[in-house]
């Protein structure tokens, strides 16, 4: 499953998920039950928490792996 999800933030208002309008309604049917779910979240105003405590952490290599020429 590839799912791309727009979040946005202004400066003083919460996390809110922004959806792609759709201009068509026949195309309707042709939606998955997860795009509904996230339609129906966005049109509700979900506000979203992101815990940014670990936004910044980083992975570090501890050691190099040696080259092998078998």
Not at 35 to 46: D, E, K, V, Y
Not at 52 to 61: F, L
Request: charged share 25%.
């Amino acid at each position: 499953m590839n799912v791309e999800i727009k979040i946005s933030k202004f400066s003083r208002w919460d996390w809110t998920i922004t959806s792609q309008s759709i201009n068509n309604i026949s195309s309707l049917r042709r939606l998955d039950e997860f795009s509904i779910f996230l339609m129906n979240l966005a049109q509700s105003g979900t506000k979203i928490i992101i815990d940014t405590d670990y936004e910044n952490d980083e992975v570090e290599i501890e050691a190099e792996p040696e080259a092998s020429f078998s």
